[in-house]
């Protein structure tokens, strides 16, 4: 399901989906710009709308059938009486910012799965909040229908791609790389915890530990693995550290970096993950460049699980 104005990230849901079914099943590809979804003041109106583009970048990657309906055919009656809501997950994060953002796309998702009916459907992990919340539909609801992430494709820079990346500058794109430094920088600080705790774990008391790494020269490493494993399991708050320097940073460049959130969280509901917190969670940030709004997300685990 898509917008429009198709990218490589919706090619490469295409090309998946393609391999996922062979050559004797059917790929199907939706487009349609969402009323519902716009809030007051957002970009509905300039959203880009280039569906002879999309119907070309369709089928190279393997598509068989287009269907993009019009707003009329979606909502006969204008907007409709019946909608979805999208719970307390919903409210959270992306919701918070886009008051009934995700009512309006889990009611359009619904209405899409019951028109084309497929068995498998292809999401894009950018939008993880998204992605969780159908997943939380289909399950809540009984869709008969298989929810499959796809990974987040970005630019050689590291940008995520997005149909609105084509709204900034060259300055504004500059300032938007941000997004994705400060993510990578979060993921390399949660891999050097986690490796010296996983060296701190090598020897069985504090003593040894430290006297078995001073004893091969590494003196610092055996003060920061005792420093690591007595600290907190996991690491989110450093993690979240190492993200928010960078974006701090982006902040006093010209055009500045605007942040709207920040957040590690768990992706079961979408809640802040405590200091003390293992397993799989997701960094997810969103930030304004100029006029342009762009999300973008990672996942990491932490301590025992990982």
């Given at each position: 399901m898509t917008m429009g104005?198709?990218?490589?990230?919706?090619?490469?849901?295409?090309?998946?989906?393609?391999?996922?079914?062979?050559?004797?099943?059917?790929?199907?590809?939706?487009?349609?710009?969402?009323?519902?979804?716009?809030?007051?003041?957002?970009?509905?109106?300039?959203?880009?709308?280039?569906?002879?583009?999309?119907l070309k970048?369709?089928?190279?990657a393997g598509a068989d059938i287009v269907f993009a309906p019009s707003?009329?055919?979606?909502?006969?009656?204008?907007?409709?009486?019946?909608?979805?809501?999208?719970?307390?997950m919903g409210e959270r994060l992306e919701g918070a910012s886009r008051p009934g953002h995700f009512d309006g796309m889990l009611t359009v998702?619904?209405?899409?799965?019951?028109?084309?009916?497929?068995?498998?459907?292809?999401?894009g992990q950018k939008d993880a909040q998204q992605?969780?919340?159908?997943?939380?539909?289909?399950r809540d609801l009984n869709f008969p229908v298989e929810i499959v992430g796809v990974p987040t494709v970005r630019e050689e820079d590291g940008l995520a791609l997005s149909?609105?990346?084509?709204?900034?500058?060259?300055?504004?794109?500059?300032?938007?790389?941000?997004?994705?430094?400060?993510?990578?920088?979060?993921?390399?600080?949660?891999?050097?915890?986690?490796?010296?705790?996983?060296?701190?774990?090598e020897v069985p008391s504090t003593r040894a530990r430290a006297e078995a790494l001073s004893a091969i020269g590494e003196s610092r490493a055996a003060a920061d693995a005792h420093a690591v494993a007595k600290a907190a399991p996991g690491g989110p708050a450093e993690v979240r550290a190492?993200?928010?320097?960078?974006?701090?940073?982006?902040?006093?460049?010209?055009?500045p970096l605007v942040l709207d959130y920040l957040a590690l969280v768990d992706p079961s509901d979408f809640s802040e993950v405590p200091d003390d917190y293992t397993?799989?969670?997701?960094?997810?940030?969103?930030?304004?460049?100029?006029?342009?709004?762009?999300?973008?997300?990672?996942?990491?685990?932490?301590?025992?699980?990982?």
């Open positions: 104005a198709l990218h490589e990230g919706h090619a490469t849901l295409i090309r998946t989906a393609r391999e996922h079914v062979g050559r004797k099943g059917y790929v199907v590809v939706t487009v349609f710009v969402n009323p519902l979804q716009f809030g007051a003041g957002e970009d509905l109106d300039r959203y880009p709308r280039t569906l002879e583009a999309d970048t369709a089928e190279q707003v009329d055919e979606m909502y006969p009656d204008g907007r409709p009486e019946i909608t979805l809501r999208a719970g307390a998702v619904a209405k899409l799965l019951h028109l084309t009916r497929p068995d498998v459907a292809f999401f992605l969780a919340l159908i997943r939380r539909m289909v149909s609105r990346n084509r709204y900034l500058s060259p300055q504004e794109r500059r300032t938007a790389l941000a997004l994705s430094r400060a993510l990578f920088a979060a993921q390399d600080r949660h891999a050097a915890l986690e490796a010296l705790r996983a060296r701190a774990r190492a993200a928010r320097l960078v974006l701090d940073e982006a902040a006093r460049l010209d055009p397993g799989e969670a997701v960094l997810a940030v969103a930030a304004k460049v100029g006029t342009t709004r762009l999300i973008d997300n990672i996942t990491l685990t932490f301590g025992a699980a990982s």
